[in-house]
């Protein structure tokens, strides 16, 4: 078995826990959490050691492999002392608070050689898979348009509040880090297409919200509870043009405050001879367009997808598979180098790709700020 830790164990390191015990061969043999008192809840609900300090789950070397899922500020340092302590390291997005940091983190995991991935989950639906397939062998042509939307609700109301909106632990990036990161990295990998330039428009519409006392966990519904004004300095919705390399355009829009939208990822892509579209809120389906016959909706079904779709889907058709099951895909594949003990550049999302995302939500800020253009640097 191969031993490996959690740090950090809220929303998405509970769903690391869950996918990693999927893969059958990896044993989640400890996790890291802020607390004592998180720690004999977590241990207890989730049956493993919990520790209250990360750096004992660093100094175990039976442990080669580290998730880390804590608030954004935390990963760059985490990330560092784990590579030099010899662990693989499979990092949340964002990477890192800035650039800078992700520079950093790329040029110590590639002079180490471990394997270093980051989460951009969204990669290993089978339809978005298919996707990739479809415009990769020129099923919609020459891609002109690239748009969509990231949209959620649950930080609409003055009074949620989440560690995302303070800028020391969640970063200068709100809606754009947290899930525009997500759009743009899942474009960019089923088209193939390198970003150029960005114009963007970035929107606060409560410029001051009610931090309650105590935790807010992610994605819970603000209480009424004592509450002090906290101002806001971060994005609610960002709205973004973009220029391709080669002359493909795309326009997307992310938003916390869309009523109604829970987690609804959607893009369209619109080629000389088709079109593809996919809505994370209805995973199984991949619309496919035409101008000179009826558009299709493809379901998920092994035999109807390609080999590297097909690979992704381990239930018959009709049997709904999505957001974990996407977390479990991924570690399959990030595992696969693990075993090797080798870091494979294109077969995983990596922290270049981390980095890349680092510097668009960059140049969009510099964009939102200046009001024109902004180049997207590439690392
Ligand atoms: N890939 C995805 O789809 C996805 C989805 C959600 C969150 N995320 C990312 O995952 C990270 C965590 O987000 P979340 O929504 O799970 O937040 P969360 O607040 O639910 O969980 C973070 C956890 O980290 C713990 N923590 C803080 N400091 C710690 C420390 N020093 N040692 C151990 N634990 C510590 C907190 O107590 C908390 O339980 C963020 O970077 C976020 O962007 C990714």
Redesign the pocket.
Known sequence: MIKAAV???????Q?HVEALRRLGDVEVASV????KE?AERVSKSLCVPAV?D?REILADESIISVHI????N??YKMAEEALSAGKHVIC???LAMNSEEGRRMCKLAEETGLVNAV????RYYPMTAEARGLVLKGDIGRTFLVHGSYLQDWLLYRGDY???LDVGAGGRMRAVG?IGS?WADLVTRITGLVLETVCSDLGTFHKERLKPAG?S???EKSKKSEAEPFPVETEDYGGVLVRFKGGARGIFYVSQVSAGRKNRLTFEIDGSLGSIAWNQERPEELFLGRRDGPNKVLLKSQELLSENAAKLAHYPGGHPEG?PDAFKNLFISVYSAIREGKHREDDYPTFRNGLNSLLLGEAILKSHETGGWEEVEQS
């Not at 740090?7 to 390191?13: A, D, L, R, V």
Request: hydrophobic share 30%; net charge neutral.
């Open positions: 740090i950090g164990c809220g929303f998405i390191g769903a890291a959490v802020s607390c998180s209250t990360y899922c804590t608030p954004n935390l990963h949340e997005k964002p989460c951009f989950n969204y989440n560690w995302r947290d997500h935790i966990p992610t994605f957001y």
